[in-house]
């Protein structure tokens, strides 16, 4: 919305609230893997890069894009799309946006991330050969299986 001869741009409290409460997951779950894979001896993390929550771009990027690297050198990339609720709808919505991103990705994996992810959401990710992650550490994917103890 646009103030009458402003150039000020307003974004809603919600949108604010929202991504603020996004970040905050997304920097949960990015901690979770880095323990995780770090005790491990099969995958190193090369690279993370998460998107800048707070700028307004209509450039769509995953939430979050973790370069890693096998023991037998194979090189991949894991693409997060992160939702502040597990429910089916949102891991849904978030299926359209990772199979765009893996699409333009080479070697790239999807994992959909959230607070906690339902048995069904689960489901519906591994059905569509989508990985999940949730705060819990709790992990799983078709082609990685790490879990958090």
């Known amino acids: 919305m646009k103030w009458e001869n402003s150039s000020i741009d307003f974004i809603s409290l919600n949108d604010v609230v929202s991504t603020n409460v ?6 949960e779950i990015e901690s979770n893997l880095r323990e995780i894979f770090n005790r ?5 993390i090369l690279e993370s890069v998460s998107s800048d929550a707070n700028k307004l771009s209509s450039l ?9 690297q096998t023991k037998n050198d194979k090189k991949f990339q894991l693409v997060f799309e992160i939702k502040t609720a597990g429910q089916p709808r949102y891991v849904r919505m978030a299926l ?21 992810i339902s048995e069904e959401s689960r489901k519906i990710c591994l059905e569509n050969g989508i990985g999940f992650i949730d705060l819990g ?13």
């Open 40 to 44: 491990t001896d099969f995958i190193t």
């Open 22 to 27: 996004e970040t905050a997951i997304i920097n």
């Open 60 to 68: 769509r990027k995953p939430d979050l894009s973790i370069k890693v």
């Open 96 to 116: 359209g946006q990772l199979s765009e991103f893996i699409l333009k990705t080479k070697y790239s994996y999807g994992v959909f991330a959230s607070t906690f």
């Open 137 to 149: 550490g709790n992990w799983k994917s078709k082609k990685i299986f790490l879990r958090k103890n």
